[in-house]
């Protein structure tokens, strides 16, 4: 399974940007995908979930800015970024969780890819 971020860009603050991640691979037995950041010194932190069942959930600090989304029938999955500020700025990661047939859980990252909100 490999995940490949893009979109990422330098926006200024108050602009909009969606991410992509693109998955390939072998990729039955999905559970979940999610979005991450990380700034340097600092843990990674979860933004958005997307669950098998649809349902999606944010952290905090994203809810009502951001919006994750997978396309229907394909392997991608989106988030959506508005209102950006400067604190967004961080390199963004994908992740997903995949079970096997025997219940094993497996997760793969995405090499990340870098936002930059400044003026």
């Known amino acids: 399974v490999q995940l490949l971020e893009l979109g990422g860009c330098l926006v200024q603050p108050g602009e909009s940007r969606r991410l992509s991640c693109v998955v390939s691979?072998?990729?039955?037995?999905?559970?979940?995908m999610g979005w991450y950041r990380q700034v340097p010194s600092r843990e990674r932190e979860l933004l958005a979930t997307?669950?098998?069942?649809?349902?999606?959930d944010y952290t905090a600090s994203v809810e009502g800015r951001f919006t994750i989304s997978r396309e229907q029938g394909k392997n991608t999955v989106f988030l959506q970024m508005n209102s950006l500020k400067p604190d967004d700025t961080a390199v963004y990661y994908c992740k997903l969780v995949r079970q096997t047939m025997i219940g094993r859980t497996f997760d793969y990252w995405g090499q990340g890819t870098q936002v930059t909100v400044s003026s």
């Open positions: 997307f669950a098998s069942g649809g349902s999606t």
């Open positions: 691979g072998i990729i039955a037995g999905i559970i979940v």
